[in-house]
């Protein structure tokens, strides 16, 4: 069988594609969730039996002490079940991440880059010269006006 036919890896489209990861994973999970009801149900259902079979002889809390083996068993698959079901929503999350950090990487190595020849060859600051006039006359503003909010009301000379 050839590689790259499409049927030796039917799943190839949906990993290669962020939004369609998300969407099998979703139903997948809602798969799962169907699942754990009814093995809420089945639980419940199980806890009743195995607590109501009685033995002749039994004190009230031996048919209770022999079901909580199958209860505990049956929690623990609910536990399971429910941990995976999160880590498929956790999977989709970080699928949709990874596609976002690698369209971010080739930004962020262009603004270092950038960033790393500026620093090598930097561009050399040119004064503009101030006279006497153009700071009386309110062209800047920041070395003329008021020094806070209650030198509002004064002029600076």
Known sequence: MNSNEPSS????DVAQNAEATARYLADMQRVLLDMGANLEI??????VHCRSVGVEGDRWFH???RAL???RALKDVLKSLNSLT???EKSAYKRRSHDEAVVNTGKVRKEKELEKARKKNPQPIQAA???GEERDSGQNPGYGGPASIYDLGKRSA
Not at 42 to 47: A, G, I, K, M, Y
């Open 86 to 88: 999160d880590g498929l």
């Open 63 to 65: 048919a209770r002490m």
């Open 42 to 47: 089945l639980q419940r259902e199980t806890r």
């Open 129 to 131: 010269p101030h006279s």
């Open 69 to 71: 083996p199958v209860e």
């Open 9 to 12: 890896a039917p799943l190839r």
